[in-house]
């Protein structure tokens, strides 16, 4: 009988870690930006977003705009949950860059980069990014007081001119408060005509979908809708 042979401990490896991954330099990135073929940059991971743009949840020209660029920073300014993100593009994932690469394009300041990176870090730390609940609150309880008062106003003293004039001026505070846009951007999602928008504040899309059609048709005055 022939002697059973041992095993390649160098193949055994590289079966164990998997197939070894593509490389890719920036220019082989930055010719992958035209509607033919789309690829990005996320945290050094190397992305075909070619069919994926139309399935995009924040649309297709949002994710578009930086085929053939570096989106880390976009990614992470975009997305709460990126872990959760990260697992529905591993489909997407088709290598990284090349170690001699830098993380960012070569045209990019790094000093510039680095240090809105940083910025941000602290900004993390500090918790500035958290969204401060009871603010937004007593920021919803006061337009509703006004548009109380207006109401109460005609109520008890009739549509004479003054009084009139005194629910015109409450409920134009009513569109003037509820009017900025940051406050629908915090609560609930960035809507575009055709696209569906992206979550902000809130980890679920329905709630923050409903506090944006309050916020805008009700509060704004602005043509809310349902998406």
Request: contains cysteine; charged residues 20%; proline residues 7%.
């Amino acid at each position: 009988a022939r002697p059973a042979m041992a095993p390649d401990p160098v193949a055994a490896e590289t079966a164990a870690q998997g197939p070894t991954p593509r490389y890719f330099t920036w220019d082989e990135v930055a010719q992958r930006s035209g509607c033919e073929e789309r690829w990005l940059v996320i945290d050094r991971k190397v992305y075909n977003i070619s069919e994926f743009t139309r399935r995009h949840p924040g649309g297709s020209r949002v994710i578009s705009h930086y085929a053939g660029q570096d989106a880390t920073d976009p990614f992470v300014a975009f997305h709460i949950n990126k872990g959760l993100v990260k697992k529905y593009m591993n489909s997407l994932l088709i290598g990284e860059l090349s170690p001699e690469q830098p993380s960012f394009e070569p045209t990019k300041n790094k000093e510039l980069t680095d240090e809105f990176r940083e910025l941000r870090a602290t900004v993390e730390r500090m918790g500035l990014m958290k969204a401060n609940h009871v603010f937004f609150l007593l920021y919803l309880l006061h337009i509703l007081l006004l548009d109380g008062a207006a109401w109460l106003t005609l109520w008890v003293f009739g549509t004479s001119f003054l009084p009139f004039l005194l629910c015109a001026v409450l409920l134009s505070a009513v569109q003037h408060f509820g009017r900025p846009r940051w406050p629908d951007h915090l609560i609930s999602v960035q809507d575009q005509p055709g696209q569906r928008g992206e979550t902000s504040t809130k980890n679920t899309k329905r709630p923050g979908t409903v506090a944006h059609a309050c916020n805008t048709s009700t509060l704004g005055g602005q043509d809310g809708q349902i998406i």
